[in-house]
Protein backbone atom coordinates (compact mmCIF):
# COMPACT_ATOMS: atom_id res chain seq x y z
CA UNK A 1 0.00 0.00 0.00
CA UNK A 2 1.20 3.40 -1.07
CA UNK A 3 0.67 7.18 0.29
CA UNK A 4 1.00 9.66 -1.83
CA UNK A 5 4.11 10.44 -4.27
CA UNK A 6 6.66 7.83 -3.39
CA UNK A 7 9.50 10.74 -4.39
CA UNK A 8 8.72 12.86 -1.49
CA UNK A 9 10.86 12.37 1.72
CA UNK A 10 8.08 13.80 3.73
CA UNK A 11 5.71 11.46 3.39
CA UNK A 12 2.07 12.72 3.31
CA UNK A 13 0.80 15.56 4.77
CA UNK A 14 -1.46 15.00 8.07
CA UNK A 15 -4.95 15.70 7.12
CA UNK A 16 -5.76 18.79 9.40
CA UNK A 17 -9.05 19.84 10.37
CA UNK A 18 -10.29 22.88 8.96
CA UNK A 19 -10.89 24.89 12.63
CA UNK A 20 -8.81 24.48 15.53
CA UNK A 21 -10.58 22.39 18.51
CA UNK A 22 -11.97 25.95 19.80
CA UNK A 23 -14.19 25.86 16.87
CA UNK A 24 -12.92 29.33 14.99
CA UNK A 25 -10.40 29.62 12.25
CA UNK A 26 -6.85 30.45 12.36
CA UNK A 27 -6.73 34.16 13.70
CA UNK A 28 -10.57 35.02 14.50
CA UNK A 29 -11.34 36.36 17.54
CA UNK A 30 -14.56 34.99 19.34
CA UNK A 31 -17.55 37.31 18.37
CA UNK A 32 -19.49 38.94 21.18
CA UNK A 33 -23.23 38.96 19.96
CA UNK A 34 -22.66 40.26 15.72
CA UNK A 35 -19.77 40.21 13.65
CA UNK A 36 -18.39 43.37 14.20
CA UNK A 37 -14.68 43.15 13.16
CA UNK A 38 -13.26 44.13 16.12
CA UNK A 39 -11.05 42.12 19.00
CA UNK A 40 -13.62 41.70 22.16
CA UNK A 41 -13.68 44.56 24.21
CA UNK A 42 -12.57 43.85 28.13
CA UNK A 43 -15.60 43.65 30.11
CA UNK A 44 -14.04 44.18 33.46
CA UNK A 45 -10.79 45.70 34.58
CA UNK A 46 -7.75 43.11 34.57
CA UNK A 47 -6.34 42.01 38.17
CA UNK A 48 -3.02 43.37 37.06
CA UNK A 49 -4.73 46.92 36.47
CA UNK A 50 -6.88 46.84 39.29
CA UNK A 51 -3.78 46.03 41.58
CA UNK A 52 -1.26 48.84 39.78
CA UNK A 53 -4.58 50.94 40.60
CA UNK A 54 -4.57 50.39 44.59
CA UNK A 55 -1.15 50.79 44.25
CA UNK A 56 -1.49 54.39 42.74
CA UNK A 57 -3.68 54.86 45.41
CA UNK A 58 -1.21 53.69 48.68
CA UNK A 59 1.92 55.35 46.40
CA UNK A 60 -0.30 59.06 46.80
CA UNK A 61 -1.33 58.75 50.45
CA UNK A 62 2.53 57.84 51.28
CA UNK A 63 3.29 61.29 49.86
CA UNK A 64 0.65 62.48 51.53
CA UNK A 65 1.99 61.04 55.08
CA UNK A 66 5.69 62.05 53.48
CA UNK A 67 4.26 65.71 53.43
CA UNK A 68 3.02 65.88 56.48
CA UNK A 69 6.12 64.68 57.96
CA UNK A 70 8.12 67.22 56.20
CA UNK A 71 5.76 69.97 58.06
CA UNK A 72 6.46 68.69 60.91
CA UNK A 73 10.29 68.68 60.21
CA UNK A 74 9.11 72.22 59.28
CA UNK A 75 7.88 73.40 62.08
CA UNK A 76 10.49 71.96 64.13
CA UNK A 77 13.35 73.33 62.19
CA UNK A 78 11.61 76.52 62.95
CA UNK A 79 11.06 76.24 66.25
CA UNK A 80 15.01 75.60 66.58
CA UNK A 81 15.67 78.64 64.21
CA UNK A 82 13.26 81.00 66.66
CA UNK A 83 15.14 79.48 70.04
CA UNK A 84 18.86 79.83 68.61
CA UNK A 85 21.08 82.35 70.17
CA UNK A 86 23.00 82.93 67.31
CA UNK A 87 21.94 85.97 65.52
CA UNK A 88 24.35 86.20 62.74
CA UNK A 89 23.33 87.20 59.41
CA UNK A 90 24.97 83.94 57.81
CA UNK A 91 22.85 81.95 59.96
CA UNK A 92 19.48 83.73 59.33
CA UNK A 93 20.61 82.31 55.51
CA UNK A 94 21.05 79.15 56.42
CA UNK A 95 17.76 79.19 58.27
CA UNK A 96 15.88 80.67 55.13
CA UNK A 97 17.43 77.94 53.20
CA UNK A 98 16.66 75.15 55.13
CA UNK A 99 13.11 76.29 56.00
CA UNK A 100 12.78 76.81 52.41
CA UNK A 101 13.92 73.84 51.02
CA UNK A 102 11.53 71.82 53.49
CA UNK A 103 8.36 73.84 52.42
CA UNK A 104 9.56 73.31 49.19
CA UNK A 105 9.88 69.33 49.47
CA UNK A 106 5.69 70.03 51.35
CA UNK A 107 5.13 71.19 48.54
CA UNK A 108 6.52 68.61 45.76
CA UNK A 109 5.02 65.43 48.43
CA UNK A 110 1.45 67.31 48.00
CA UNK A 111 1.82 67.62 43.87
CA UNK A 112 2.51 64.12 43.83
CA UNK A 113 -0.15 63.17 45.53
CA UNK A 114 -2.64 65.09 43.89
CA UNK A 115 -1.09 63.46 40.55
CA UNK A 116 -1.59 60.21 42.19
CA UNK A 117 -5.08 60.26 42.94
CA UNK A 118 -6.32 62.01 39.50
CA UNK A 119 -4.31 58.94 37.84
CA UNK A 120 -6.29 56.50 39.89
CA UNK A 121 -9.45 58.17 39.68
CA UNK A 122 -8.99 57.73 35.75
CA UNK A 123 -8.50 54.44 35.67
CA UNK A 124 -11.78 52.96 35.06
CA UNK A 125 -12.46 55.25 32.23
CA UNK A 126 -9.02 56.75 31.20
CA UNK A 127 -7.53 56.21 27.70
CA UNK A 128 -3.89 55.59 27.37
CA UNK A 129 -2.66 58.44 28.32
CA UNK A 130 -3.61 57.43 31.87
CA UNK A 131 -1.55 54.23 31.77
CA UNK A 132 1.11 56.45 30.11
CA UNK A 133 0.96 58.93 32.93
CA UNK A 134 1.07 55.93 35.95
CA UNK A 135 4.18 54.80 34.15
CA UNK A 136 6.08 58.41 33.85
CA UNK A 137 4.25 58.99 37.62
CA UNK A 138 5.42 55.61 38.88
CA UNK A 139 9.04 56.40 37.38
CA UNK A 140 9.00 59.95 39.70
CA UNK A 141 8.28 58.04 42.28
CA UNK A 142 10.77 55.64 42.02
CA UNK A 143 13.46 58.58 42.98
CA UNK A 144 11.12 59.88 45.35
CA UNK A 145 11.48 56.41 47.03
CA UNK A 146 14.78 56.62 47.12
CA UNK A 147 14.96 60.05 48.44
CA UNK A 148 12.73 59.38 51.43
CA UNK A 149 13.45 56.02 52.16
CA UNK A 150 14.73 57.66 55.64
CA UNK A 151 10.59 58.85 56.17
CA UNK A 152 9.67 56.03 58.49
CA UNK A 153 9.94 53.74 55.80
CA UNK A 154 7.59 54.99 53.59
CA UNK A 155 10.42 55.60 50.85
CA UNK A 156 11.04 51.64 50.80
CA UNK A 157 6.90 51.80 50.07
CA UNK A 158 6.79 54.36 47.33
CA UNK A 159 10.08 52.68 46.20
CA UNK A 160 8.56 49.13 45.76
CA UNK A 161 5.30 49.96 44.25
CA UNK A 162 6.01 52.29 42.04
CA UNK A 163 8.32 49.61 40.18
CA UNK A 164 5.62 47.11 40.29
CA UNK A 165 3.08 49.43 39.11
CA UNK A 166 5.04 50.24 36.06
CA UNK A 167 5.38 46.76 35.31
CA UNK A 168 1.62 46.05 35.55
CA UNK A 169 0.85 48.92 33.20
CA UNK A 170 3.40 48.03 31.04
CA UNK A 171 1.47 44.26 30.65
CA UNK A 172 -0.63 43.96 27.85
CA UNK A 173 -3.61 42.83 29.76
CA UNK A 174 -3.47 46.77 31.08
CA UNK A 175 -2.81 48.07 27.61
CA UNK A 176 -5.23 46.17 26.15
CA UNK A 177 -7.74 48.01 28.79
CA UNK A 178 -6.25 51.38 28.11
CA UNK A 179 -7.22 51.24 24.31
CA UNK A 180 -10.38 49.72 24.15
CA UNK A 181 -12.69 51.27 22.41
CA UNK A 182 -15.17 53.55 24.26
CA UNK A 183 -18.68 54.09 22.75
Known amino acids: MSFGDQNNPYGQPPQAAPYPQGGQPYGAYP ?4 YSGMPP ?3 EMPGVTKAARIF ?3 IAVSHLAIAGIYGVALA ?5 VKNSDDTSVDMDKVADFGKGLIGFLVALAAVFAVIGIILALRYAKGGNGVRVGSIVYASFAIISGIVNIGAWGLGLVVFILAILTIVFCAKRASAEWFQRPRY
Request: proline share 7%.
Open 31 to 34: QQGG
Open 41 to 43: VPA
Open 56 to 58: MWI
Open 76 to 80: AFNDV
